[in-house]
């Protein structure tokens, strides 16, 4: 039981992973989260005026309910498999965020500065939280998949697309965090 | 009881994202300065793996539970798409932590502000069907 309070190493992860992707490979579907907000788009009714969201959304509820059963297991993992762990960050990088204004680097999972109410409420970080999303959410339906879609279903299938896709991800991340951070922090 | 299984395969990734601590936005910011090796880890081991899956799928020929060939979907050929999206999706990612799966997981570990990401991403989705015609692709 105590292996399981403590975090897990990233050679259990990533095969636990792939048998998520597989397992759904082998019910008939495949891994992709990002399809469920195009889904929910649908649901919203978003396709009696957008043809892209005028398809039938009830083939795609199983998704929906992969999602409710990650929120549950985050839950579970959270609550009842953990134990307060920080997180075992590089002290490099907990060195870099403490200049740029992060406290309690690694204590919780999210930064406070970000995801706290109180930073919710501000103008900046209102606005990192609806921009981030904003491009999650527009840049995984014009790459046509995400980190499940991509990086993982899409590299393990060898698919030239996703190797294309997922060196974008790092474009963008690598451009966002060494360049852009350092404005807005 | 048809979805029961995709509810315990969610349960299962869920588990295993806040458990890895690849849901963690410093774990996030940490990989995008190379200085850890933990989140490369992990993607490189789910995709050995998914590899050798899939091969060992492909060669014995495995039918899924429908009966029929399993396979995955292919994506379409092309580039701008991936390249533009995929760096748009990963500005988005480094800035705010979370991808898709993670966020939905987030909401789980008591983490309601995430709630704001998810509806900016949605908002992000249906902008880019209404834009989509055009975009290069």
């Not at chain 2, 990963?90 to 966020?103: D, F, I, K, R, V």
Request: net charge positive; with cysteine; aromatic share 16%.
């Amino acid at each position: 039981m105590e292996i399981i309070l403590q975090p897990w190493p990233w050679y259990i992860s990533g095969p636990l992973i792939a048998l998520v992707m597989f397992f759904l490979v082998y019910f008939g579907k495949t891994f992709g989260m990002s399809s469920n907000l195009k889904t929910i788009c649908a649901i919203g009714g978003a396709g009696r005026k957008v043809p892209f969201f005028n398809f039938n959304w009830k083939e795609h509820q199983w998704n929906l309910i992969v999602v409710l059963g990650a929120v549950l297991g985050g839950f579970i993992a959270h609550f009842f498999l953990s134990v307060p762990t920080n997180i075992d960050l590089n002290p490099e990088t907990i060195e870099n965020l403490n200049q740029l204004g992060f406290n309690d680097v690694g204590k919780s999972l999210l930064p406070p500065e970000i995801y706290s109410w109180n930073s919710v409420f501000s103008i900046k970080g209102i606005l990192i939280l609806t921009i981030g999303g904003f491009l999650v959410g527009f840049g995984t339906r014009y790459a046509n998949g995400c980190t499940s879609g991509h990086a993982i279903t899409g590299l393990s299938s060898l698919q030239l697309p996703s190797l294309i896709a997922v060196i974008g991800f790092f474009i963008g991340g690598l451009i966002m965090i060494h360049l852009i951070f350092p404005i807005i922090f | 009881m048809k979805y029961f299984k995709f509810f315990t395969i969610g349960i299962l990734f869920g588990i295993v994202l806040v458990k890895s601590e690849a849901v963690s936005w410093y774990r996030i910011y940490e990989m995008f300065r190379f200085e850890s090796f933990h989140m490369y880890g992990i993607i490189g081991t789910a995709v050995a793996t998914g590899i050798v899956l899939l091969l060992i799928t492909k060669q014995y020929k495995f039918k899924n539970i429908e009966g029929s060939q399993m396979r995955v979907p292919l994506k379409d050929k092309g580039f701008l798409r991936y390249i533009i999206g995929g760096s748009i999706f990963g500005l988005g990612w480094a800035m705010s932590g979370a991808c898709p799966g993670p966020m939905y997981i987030l909401v789980g570990t008591g983490a309601f502000s995430v709630l704001i990401v998810i509806m900016a991403a949605i908002f992000g989705t249906y902008l880019y069907g209404v834009l989509k015609d055009k975009l290069p692709h």
